[in-house]
């Protein structure tokens, strides 16, 4: 087990085209974390997974944007209809039962929208 | 609602000098305050907890309630300690709040 790992690394879509991102988190953490981060700015909330239930979702996600993890294992993101400020990095993280803050991150999805 | 507030975006120091990282945070419940780094083409890691008060590669951070900081600081700077840091709040919930973020340059 190498750490969190996210794919895919880099994309590049048309504004309105749906996109999937995929996190695997390391293997014993029951927790799992999606950010979003644009340049110049530091990581935002968008939402957290308890195994396979999802338990906190930001108010600034929309409609747009949905999260799964349905085995309580690999989680996915899905972005409907994406809009050029969806641009940015995405980020995973996973954590033990411990402490929230104890958070391990994913190298990140860069998404581009043209 | 919560708030972290990095005020420095880009901070430079000599090799040997002391350093501080500014960190200001607002949070009506009780916080639990994170330092994560960033080194170049890596990804982003846990630095420090205030929970623990640790030394980690000789930082440390104290939070102060009354001045609602959490302040980074390490007495002899070196180079290896260039990257990007982050200041981050946490709620027992599992909703977090980063900071922009400070980019730290130790010059030789």
């Known amino acids: 087990d190498t750490g969190v790992s996210q794919d895919p690394r880099h994309k590049i879509t048309k504004r309105g085209q749906n996109v999937t991102f995929r996190c695997d988190p390391i293997s014993e953490h029951n927790r799992l974390y999606w950010y979003r981060q644009t340049l110049g700015q530091g990581p935002e909330f968008l939402t957290y997974f308890q195994n396979e239930a999802q338990l906190e979702k930001s108010r600034l996600l929309s409609d747009r944007f949905s999260a799964e993890r349905p085995k309580g294992s690999f989680s996915t993101l899905e972005i409907q209809r994406t809009e050029q400020g969806d641009s940015a990095m995405y980020l995973c993280a996973s954590s033990p039962q411990t402490r929230h803050g104890e958070q391990f991150f994913g190298p990140g999805t860069r998404l581009t929208v043209l | ?108």
Not at chain 2, 45 to 63: C, M, N, V, W, Y
Not at chain 2, 76 to 93: R, V
Request: proline share 5%; net charge positive; hydrophobic share 30%.
């Open chain 2, 1 to 108: 609602a919560q708030r972290v507030t990095q005020p420095e975006k880009l901070l430079s120091v000599f090799k040997g000098a002391p350093v501080e990282l500014k960190c200001n945070y607002s949070y009506s419940g009780s916080p639990e305050l994170f330092w994560y780094v960033q080194y170049s083409r890596q990804r982003l890691q846990l630095l420090l907890r205030h929970i623990s008060r640790e030394s980690i590669k000789g930082f440390t951070a104290d939070l102060n309630k009354g001045e609602t900081s959490f302040h980074l600081k390490k007495p002899f700077a070196q180079e290896e300690d260039s990257a990007m840091y982050y200041c981050a709040l946490f709620t027992n919930a599992g909703k977090s709040t980063f900071g922009d973020g400070t980019t730290l340059t130790v010059k030789p």
